[in-house]
């Protein structure tokens, strides 16, 4: 996998990183079990600093995206979650709320940000009702 960091983005590294491994994920160019390159691999190739590599691996892994094992590197996780429905729920609406504060400063009206957000989940065949 190919990773681009922004420097001019507002966005700290480590979370565009993050950003970019769950889209792969979402997207199936990751695949379950699918090892990820090297903390120093990955520094070395985006110039920039391993604990900043670290700091985006934990996180996956905390989200359950990736796991590690000890010695043979990170890998993409089995996501048949194993989080709650409330810890699903938390995370996304968490989430949900930021991009809404980013859309009201924007000025961006509720129409279209919610026309975006049924453009994405398409883009990602996301399903439809579910319960």
Not at 78 to 94: E, F, P, T, W
């Amino acid at each position: 996998m190919q990773y681009n960091i922004d420097n001019s983005s507002g966005r700290p590294v480590f979370q565009q990183l993050i950003d970019q491994v769950k889209r792969d994920v979402a997207l199936g160019r990751l695949l379950k079990d699918e090892k990820l390159p090297t903390v120093r691999q990955l520094a070395q190739q985006l110039a920039i600093n391993p604990n900043t590599i670290a700091k985006a691996y934990r996180q996956l892994e905390q989200d359950g995206i990736i796991v590690t094992k000890a010695g043979a590197g990170a890998f993409v996780a089995n996501l048949d979650s194993n989080l709650s429905k409330a810890v699903r729920k938390k995370l996304i609406c968490d989430e949900l709320e930021r991009i809404v504060v980013d859309a009201f400063h924007m000025q961006i009206d509720r129409a279209t940000l919610t026309e975006w957000f049924e453009n994405a989940a398409e883009k990602f065949n996301l399903a439809g009702e579910k319960e």
